[in-house]
């Protein structure tokens, strides 16, 4: 059987970690459908360990690196601290320009956010035609703070940031500028691939207001898959059912065009950038008002349910299926 490209499917992904993975008694959250990194306790505090490769776009890839392993550290309450790098270097296409370049971004994106590029490997790969990079971002949390995917309750509303789909939006625009410029113009294509920046790729900023202003219970980065898998993983991990309601649900203007022109559901469009978050409904004005207030918008888009209500998303009267995305949307674009 072959995989298409994209995550490994989460049943046989669940199926693996079941049958080969072993833990120590200090591994407070270890791997896990739905779960963004790993704890490991340390005493008077957890250490956060993520990984995350790049592997969509070359372009700004050291930048890409930097904030979406960082997201993965946020979702959890976490400060990230430390950066890890393994670059693949395309065979006959290295130059000492792009090698400096792809530190200069690294460099640049960490000192942004406090962290250190404290190691990693460097190599030039046969067998590649792009540079890969995989990341693996450190971060800590005190005991008390950390949050989990599956720490979402029943009754919790479900808040998303800013809109769908950021990745999906700059991914595109960068994999597809040439043929999207004489259908559009340059300038479409250069905003569109200016939202790793604005509205941004990191979710940081979020995540740190949503635990100052509210009682949190889950936060989650939907990557891979978009909004829709995003959702699925939560209540996979929560063990718990869900609904959203699709008119609620802000998608940017760019966004649905990318996805009217190539034939995409936005639901499932690669969605770093924006945050899912879990939390006590008698917070969620307060946390809402305070996202807005530091310019980040934020909108209530659905409910935690228990898990017999399985996972629904409301069309206008219409109470259907949450849609399953076997690969995230934006493989289209690479057929």
Known sequence: MLFPVGKLPSDI???????????????????????????VDMGDRYLLLKTDPITFVAEDIGTYTVRINAND?????????????????????????????????????CKEIGVSLCGGHTEITPGIDRVI????????????????????????????????????????????????????????????????????????????????????????????GGLATGLLEIACAADVGLIVEEERIPVFPECQTLCRHYELDPLGLIASGSLLIAVNPRDTGEVVEALNNNGVPATKIGKILSKEHGLKIKRGNEVLELPVFDRDEVTKIFD
């Open 73 to 109: 550290i946020a979702t959890m309450g976490g400060k990230p601290l430390w950066l890890l790098t393994s670059i693949l270097l395309p065979e006959k296409h290295t130059t000492n320009e792009l090698v400096e370049e792809i530190f200069r971004q690294l460099s640049f994106a």
């Open 13 to 39: 992904l669940a199926k693996m970690l079941k049958s080969y993975i072993s833990l120590d008694e200090r591994v407070k959250v270890g791997p896990s459908i739905g779960e963004d990194a790993a704890a």
């Open 133 to 224: 990079i995989v990341g693996a971002m450190i971060g800590e949390i005190k005991k008390d703070r950390l949050i989990t995917t599956s720490g979402a309750k029943i009754g919790d509303d479900i808040l998303l940031t800013k809109a769908i789909a950021v990745e999906g939006i700059s991914v595109i625009a960068r994999r597809k500028g040439r043929d999207l410029e004489a259908v559009f113009g340059s300038g479409f294509v250069q905003r569109c691939k200016g939202f790793i920046e604005r509205p941004g790729i990191s979710i940081l900023k979020e995540a740190e207001l949503a635990v100052r202003y509210g009682d949190i219970h889950s936060m989650h980065d939907p990557t891979e």
